[in-house]
C-alpha cells in the first residue's frame, strides 16, 4: 500500500470526480491528462491550493453529467521523481511519456550518485516504477540504475550556551586553549559531537564569507580533498587554510614558469634525452593516468588531488634546476608538464586554474581543451631482474626498477645474482651489500611477493 496523495499544487492530478448521484468516478481517458490550472492563490495557509480554484474544482460528472467536483489532492512526489531517467532519453516527445526506441539505447544508468537515505525511498521507487513500464513493454531494460555512489556528510561540532542554546561558529570567543565561551554572555560553552551540518544546530558554515576569504576554489579543492566521497567529511579550518596555501604553490610555480615556458612553442612530444627531462615527463604521465582513472573509475577525488600535489612538488624540483632557455629540450617537458597540470587541475579548480592557463600564452579557453592521455611508453621504468635465495626456500625471481634497490633482511636470505635486465643498461655500481641500510634518501615499503614462501617477507627502497 502507498498513501500518494498530497495537498500541493506541483504535482500530478489525481484524475477523479465526485457526484452526489454517481460517487467516484475516474476521469475517462479521452480528458486525459487532468492538466493544472495557472491562477491558484497561494496563501501559505496550508490548504491546497487547488482547492481554492472553483473554475478547476467545479466540474461535470463524466456518467450523469450532473454536477461533479474534482479531486484536490496531487499525487506524491515520487510518482514524479521515480521515471525521469526514462524521460530523459526522449524530452521533446509530446506523444507518449516514453520513447521505447531511445530507452532500450540509452538505459540503465551506468552511475548514480545519491545520499544514503535514497536507498530506501527514491531508489525502491524507481526500480518499481522501471519494472511496472518494463511489465507494460514501453521498455525492455528491467532495472533503472547500474551503479551506485552514496555519498558522504559534511560534518562540523556542535556547540551550545545553557542560555543561549546553539551558536553559530561566528557567536564564540576565546579559543581552543583558553576555552571556548558565548560571544553574548560570556560564559563557557559546551562542546558537543562532531555531526551533520544542521541549520537547527547552527554548526554550519557561511559559504559567502568562505568564498570571500579563501575564494571558491579554495572551498571546492578542500571539500573533494579532506574525505573519499563515500565517507563523511569533518570541517576543518586548518584543512581550508592548507588547500589554499597548496593553490597559492600553483599560482607562484606557474606565475614564474610562464614566461619561460610561453617563449618558444616547442611540441610537448617532442624527443628528450637527459635523464631529468625523461624523469619530468615519467612523471608527468604517471599523474595523468593517477588522476584519470581517480576520477573516471574510483571517484576517489582525494588521491587524484594528492597526486596533482606530489606533481606540484616534482615541478617545483625540477624548475629549481633548469637553466633557461638553452635547453630546449627541457623547456618542451616542462611546458607539456605545466599544461598537463592546470588541465587536471581544472575539475577541482577551474578558477585558478583558467587564469593561469591564459597567463601561459594560450588563447582559447581552458574548459574546452581535450583531457590528457598518457603514453604508456613513458611510462615503463628500467627493470632490474635479480634472483634471490632464502634459506630452505630455494632461489625465486624479483623485478625492481632500476632506480630503486633490494635489501636483505636477516644473515639467512642471500642476493645471488643478477639474471636478466631489460629497457636498460643496469647501474654501474651494483646493489648495497645484503647487510647494508638502504642508502639516505631511499623510502622503504613493503612489497607482497609471488616468490613460494616468501609471503611479502623482502622489501625494497625505491628512489
Not at 40 to 68: M, N, R, W, Y
Request: aromatic letters at 8%.
Amino acid at each position: 500500500d502507498w498513501g500518494i496523495s498530497r495537498q500541493r499544487y506541483w504535482g500530478t492530478p489525481i484524475p477523479i470526480i465526485y457526484c452526489q448521484t454517481c460517487g467516484t468516478v475516474p476521469v475517462p481517458e479521452a480528458d486525459l491528462p487532468v492538466m493544472l490550472p495557472k491562477d491558484v492563490p497561494f496563501t501559505g495557509k496550508g490548504a491546497s491550493p487547488l482547492a481554492q480554484s472553483e473554475q478547476f474544482v467545479k466540474t461535470q460528472c463524466p456518467k450523469c453529467k450532473g454536477p461533479g467536483r474534482r479531486e484536490t489532492d496531487t499525487m506524491d512526489t515520487f510518482v514524479d521523481s521515480s521515471w525521469y531517467f526514462l524521460r530523459y532519453c526522449s524530452p521533446h516527445d509530446t506523444t507518449r511519456p516514453v520513447d521505447p526506441e531511445k530507452a532500450d539505447r540509452w538505459m540503465a544508468v551506468d552511475q548514480y550518485i545519491g545520499g544514503i537515505e535514497h536507498a530506501v525511498l527514491h531508489l525502491l521507487y524507481a526500480r518499481f516504477f522501471t519494472k511496472a513500464v518494463r511489465d507494460l513493454g514501453l521498455v525492455k531494460v528491467d532495472g533503472p540504475f547500474t551503479s551506485l555512489l552514496t555519498q558522504g556528510m559534511v560534518c562540523k561540532e556542535t556547540y551550545r550556551c545553557e542560555e543561549h542554546g546553539w551558536l553559530f561558529p561566528s557567536e564564540l570567543i576565546g579559543g581552543e586553549k583558553s576555552g571556548w565561551r558565548c560571544a553574548h554572555c560570556s560564559r563557557p560553552v559546551e562542546r558537543g559531537r562532531v555531526e551533520k551540518m544542521s541549520k537547527s544546530k547552527k554548526n554550519i558554515v557561511d559559504p559567502e564569507h568562505l568564498i570571500a576569504t579563501y575564494g571558491a576554489d579554495t572551498a571546492r579543492l578542500f571539500s573533494l580533498f579532506a574525505a573519499p566521497p563515500e565517507k563523511d567529511l569533518e570541517w576543518s579550518d586548518e584543512g581550508v587554510e592548507g588547500a589554499f596555501r597548496f593553490l597559492g604553490r600553483v599560482w607562484r610555480l606557474v606565475h614564474d614558469l610562464s614566461p619561460l615556458i610561453g617563449q618558444q612553442q616547442v611540441a610537448g612530444g617532442a624527443p628528450v634525452a637527459s635523464k631529468r627531462e625523461q624523469d619530468l615527463r615519467r612523471l608527468t604521465h604517471r599523474t595523468i593516468r593517477k588522476v584519470t582513472d581517480d576520477i573516471e573509475h574510483e571517484f576517489q577525488f582525494n588521491t587524484a588531488i594528492a597526486a596533482l600535489m606530489e606533481f606540484v612538488n616534482g615541478l617545483y624540483k625540477f624548475a629549481a634546476g633548469t637553466k633557461g632557455t638553452d635547453q630546449p629540450g627541457e623547456v618542451a617537458a616542462l611546458r607539456e608538464a605545466v599544461s598537463a597540470l592546470l588541465v587536471l587541475l581544472t575539475p577541482f579548480a577551474p578558477h585558478i586554474a583558467e587564469e593561469l592557463w591564459a597567463e601561459t600564452g594560450h588563447t582559447t579557453t581552458l574548459a574546452r581543451q581535450p583531457w590528457p592521455r598518457y603514453e604508456e611508453a613513458l611510462l615503463r621504468e628500467a627493470v632490474l631482474t635479480i634472483l634471490l635465495s632464502r634459506a630452505a626456500l630455494g632461489p625465486c625471481r624479483r623485478a625492481a626498477p632500476l632506480s630503486g634497490a633490494f635489501r636483505r633482511r636477516s644473515p639467512a636470505d642471500s642476493a645471488v645474482g643478477t639474471l636478466a635486465h631489460r629497457g636498460a643498461q643496469p647501474a654501474a655500481t651494483p646493489p648495497p651489500p645484503a647487510t647494508q641500510e638502504p642508502p639516505a634518501g631511499l623510502q622503504e615499503t613493503r612489497e607482497h611477493s609471488s616468490c613460494p614462501g616468501e609471503g611479502g617477507y623482502w622489501r625494497w627502497a625505491s628512489l
